[in-house]
């Protein structure tokens, strides 16, 4: 594994832009001066790998003053270093900054550890998984639907040709109209389990929102679901990890309980996205060693682990179930 005692400084301004690169940055990354002077960090930032970190890193230096982080970068060659950064808040007279010092220390290059590659893949197919997921949703929404719905106005058509005397077959039409009904139902119920359209078009609020009422009609177990009312404006991977967390809690709820109402309140404070869901029954039961525990403890944590953020799960056998989730604001 190597290893490397230079550090490289560079300076950005608040928003994250650079406008100071030395000498050991260009070392570093391979880039000089004018290559990155008014470019964003984010071209810094390992492309589909962290994807996230170039807002909340900022962020949560603003918040805090200072951080350290750490990540991966990618260099002008197309290599890709695994670096520790310390981030500085600068400010120049005014109550916001003014823009961020940045030391970067290489930590690995290039040669990964196995939990490292492990982790890289996780991302990977967790991307590639939505991904795919959105394409299906396109497809059975879009073309299935669309040919489901052709072929009821086909069958209606000939209805309508039928003679009145023909009841046993007018019957019939009416009959398989039904079953083309119950299908295209069926169709979209697949194409929303898949990736729920609201997702892309109306944002994160709506689309918890939305999930709540539905969820409640599943299982009969009542959903509050409280926010400031505002859309919560990130991207689009952190829309779709924080829709997917808030399903796997909720389904976590509903297999150790059906009793009780489970409340969930977001909101935003001091650049933070703090959420909060409880299911208040005392009598559920606590999470366990079992797979399905494991398994999705896993894939929750690794999606706050891409978003800086963290998932904290604390049973009461007298008070219920309560899930604190804080995530760094990340803009779209």
């Known amino acids: 594994m190597k290893k490397n005692k230079d550090c490289a400084v560079y300076i950005t301004d608040a928003q994250g832009n650079i406008i100071y690169w030395s000498n050991t940055a260009v ?17 810094l930032y390992a492309p589909g790998i962290e994807v996230n970190k170039p807002g909340s890193d900022l962020e949560n230096a603003k918040v805090k003053g200072s ?10 060659q197309g290599g890709t270093i695994y670096t520790e950064d310390i981030v500085t808040i600068l400010y120049s007279g005014s109550s916001e900054p003014s823009g961020y ?30 991904e795919e997921k959105a394409v299906m949703a396109r497809e059975i929404h879009d073309e299935l639907g ?7 106005m086909d069958v209606s058509w000939l209805g309508k040709k039928i003679s009145q005397e023909d009841e046993v077959i007018r019957d019939k039409v009416k009959v398989v109209i039904g079953l083309l009904d119950d299908t295209v139902k069926m169709v979209r119920k697949m194409a929303s389990d ?4 609201i997702l892309d078009d109306f944002g994160l609020i709506d689309a918890l929102e939305w999930y709540s009422r539905e969820f409640e009609k599943k299982t009969g177990i009542p959903v ?11 991207n ?4 779709t990890g924080l829709f997917r967390i808030y399903q796997e809690s909720l389904n976590s709820m509903a297999e150790r309980s059906k009793q009780g109402s489970i409340v969930a309140d977001i909101g935003i404070r001091n650049g933070i996205i703090e959420w909060k869901i409880t299911n208040g029954n005392a009598g559920a039961g606590e999470y366990t060693e079992a797979r399905n525990d494991k398994l999705r403890l896993i894939d929750i944590k690794e999606r706050m682990r891409v978003m800086s953020g963290t998932y904290e799960v604390i049973t009461n056998p007298q008070e219920g179930t309560t899930v604190y989730i804080s995530v760094p604001l990340q803009k779209a």
């Open 146 to 152: 669309q040919q489901i719905t052709g072929l009821k």
């Open 67 to 76: 951080c350290t982080t750490s990540g991966w970068k990618q260099t002008k």
């Open 224 to 234: 509050i679901f409280n926010s400031s009312g505002a859309e919560i404006a990130v």
């Open 101 to 130: 010092s940045v030391v970067s220390k290489i930590v690995v290059d290039n040669e990964l550890t196995e939990t490292e590659e492990l982790r890289l893949l996780a991302d990977y197919l967790t991307t590639i998984r939505e």
């Open 27 to 43: 070392e570093l990354f391979g880039y000089i001066s004018g290559e990155v002077s008014g470019k964003n960090i984010a071209m």
């Open 194 to 197: 898949l990736r729920p359209g």
């Open 236 to 239: 689009k991977q952190m829309v």
